[in-house]
């Protein structure tokens, strides 16, 4: 059961978990500002979310607060707050299953994951002692196994699950009976950035198909600088992701 605060586990302490821990701080001072949807939803507002664990691969995240890790390469987000009030979260290694894509290796540290040489840590005790409401994926794409894998904790660990990425759980008829039996929720999927490519090809098509415009083909060029596009130049890696951004489309 939900308490004042929504707390919340995060998998993946990259460029949108920094975007979203720098929006809770951002917010917390600046009430009512533009740039979100809903600046409330019911009685909660952003200061309501709380991180309270978070996992990563990464040797450079590994084993720092939470507030500092999501400024650390190879993040490489714009920081628009950087007064971030330290969540006393350590970020615990979890197990790298599929989550790092091989051709990776060949380039610069500074913008691809580099793998920690701890052993990963026990994640369904970790979610079971920290009681989060919710863990949020945000591993890279191409990362099913392991996607699934965090899926699998939370069922045994009594965690709601949102899956930021594109691997089909939410939507499957397996994950969805394990989820609805354990009485938690299951939603995601992939998500769209807040006025990102998706959302911009999905308007227009909508404005042509208004006007009148006959469309026989539409295709989007997706071009990013962060580390997971770099994860993205392994083809296989992307198959969820062409189905989820066309069914998107």
């Given amino acids: 059961m939900m308490t004042n605060k929504i707390k919340i586990a995060i998998v993946g302490v990259g460029n949108c978990a920094s975007s979203l821990i720098q929006g809770i701080n951002h ?24 991180v309270v ?19 650390s390469k190879p993040n490489n987000t714009q920081v628009f707050c950087s007064n971030i009030e330290q969540t006393r979260v350590v970020v615990y290694r ?13 380039y610069s540290e500074d913008i691809r994951f580099l793998e920690s040489e701890e052993e990963p840590i026990d994640v369904v005790k970790v979610l079971k002692e920290t009681k989060p409401d919710i863990l949020i994926n945000y591993l890279p794409v191409g990362s099913e196994n392991a996607a699934k894998f965090y899926a699998d904790c939370c069922i045994e660990a009594g965690i709601s699950f949102i899956n930021a990425m594109p691997v089909f759980i939410c939507s499957t008829k397996e994950y969805i009976k394990k989820f609805e039996e354990k009485n938690l929720v299951c939603i995601g999927d992939d ?59």
């Fill in 27 to 50: 917010y917390k001072e600046n009430k009512n500002q533009n740039g979100l949807l809903n600046w409330k939803i019911g009685k909660y507002s952003p200061s309501d979310i709380e």
């Fill in 191 to 249: 998500i769209k950035a807040q006025l990102g490519a998706t959302i911009l090809h999905r308007t227009l098509v909508e404005l042509m198909e208004r006007r009148g415009v006959k469309i026989n083909h539409t295709y989007q060029l997706n071009t990013g600088g962060n580390t997971d596009f770099l994860n993205m130049l392994e083809k296989d890696r992307l198959s969820s992701k062409k189905i989820s951004k066309t069914e998107s489309v």
């Fill in 53 to 71: 664990a978070a996992f990563d691969i990464d040797s450079r995240k590994v084993g720092k607060d939470v507030s500092e890790a999501i400024f």
């Fill in 94 to 106: 979890g197990p790298t299953i599929d989550g790092v894509a091989e051709h990776m290796k060949k």
